[in-house]
Nanobody, 124 residues
Framework: QVQLVESGGGLVQAGGSLRLSCAAS????????MGWFRQAPGKEREFVAA????????AYADSVKGRFTISRENAKNTVWLQMNSLKPEDTAVYYC?????????????????WGQGTQVTVSS
């Protein structure tokens, strides 16, 4: 089992920045690809960003490309999502996810483990 705990969400004005953290425990973190997803009220959970287990490969949703950056430090069992130039449409609960594997993964169904989520609210 892998336990994931997100933090760093909050209320920010449009144009501002937030940095989300996801702390992992339970298994060897470096064996797991990691992803960030988000879910806005009344909408399905959608892919935001993903990173391979070694941190070499990343992928982003078109809606966040150039504004968000995913990174990880395996020695700290942590993955981050740096969010810049935030927009009201970025408002959602953000979830961290993990799955064993060497690549990165953009499909929600491929992830085995999920955190409880952290709320991000961007005011206009």
């Amino acid at each position: 089992q892998v336990q994931l705990v997100e933090s760093g969400g909050g209320l920010v004005q449009a144009g501002g920045s937030l940095r989300l953290s996801c702390a992992a425990s339970g298994r060897t973190f470096s064996n797991y690809a990691m992803g960030w997803f988000r879910q806005a009220p009344g909408k399905e959970r959608e892919f935001v960003a993903a990173i391979s287990r070694g941190g070499i490969s990343t992928a982003y949703a078109d809606s966040v490309k150039g504004r968000f950056t995913i990174s990880r430090e395996n020695a700290k069992n942590t993955v981050w999502l740096q969010m810049n130039s935030l927009k009201p449409e970025d408002t959602a609960v953000y979830y961290c996810a993990a799955r064993a594997g060497s690549s990165y993964y953009t499909e929600r169904a491929l992830y085995n483990y999920w955190g409880q989520g952290t709320q991000v609210t961007v005011s206009s």
